[in-house]
């Protein structure tokens, strides 16, 4: 799937069902009293291993690489977005941005992302097979989400500096 922030959000749990909730809350703070808010949905940014580790098959560090393609962000990235609607809240009033690191991928890739994804990522990325073994790394087989942050670069002047690229130039400087 490609998620932009025009789809509405199907909660999995309390934890979606109480963030959905509160961005409806700001939303009617900003309509009944003219408070600037701007929500962030941000990806994946946590330091700590991810409390599904139990059901990936790649390490932490691995993890963390593969979803920097589709749905994960650095902390210093996630602050600096927070700084950025911040500055601009005032012009915004009320908006909804997702914020991950920049995806190579495009929505026609989501099928084949299901079906394959590491062939797709290897024709955006043609060294990552080699990087990532000699690493010891591998890709997740499947990938059914992709978040696109390109709203956000648009409206509120923000894209993460950290991608997969940046992953693949440090595997590469440790060769």
Request: charged residues 25%.
């Amino acid at each position: 799937a490609w998620l932009t922030e025009e789809m509405s959000p199907e909660p999995r749990n309390i934890y979606g069902v109480t963030k959905l909730s509160a961005e409806h809350l700001c939303r009617l703070y900003n309509l009944q009293h003219g408070l600037p808010v701007v929500v962030l949905r941000t990806g994946r940014f946590f330091p700590e291993a991810d409390d599904m580790a139990h059901a990936i098959e790649q390490s932490d560090a691995n993890t963390k690489a593969n979803e920097l393609l589709f749905r994960r962000l650095t902390v210093e990235d996630a602050a600096e977005a927070h700084v950025a609607a911040l500055e601009k809240a005032p012009l915004l009033g009320f908006d909804t941005f997702i914020i991950s690191a920049p995806t190579p991928f495009r929505p026609l890739d989501c099928a084949e992302l299901i079906a394959d994804a590491p062939s797709v990522v290897a024709r955006y990325f043609p060294d990552y097979p080699g990087l990532y073994a000699r690493k010891g790394w591998t890709m997740f087989s499947s990938i059914d989400r992709v978040y696109d942050p390109s709203r956000a670069g648009e409206r509120l002047g923000f894209v993460c500096k950290t991608s997969f690229a940046d992953v693949l130039a440090a595997l590469e400087a440790e060769a």
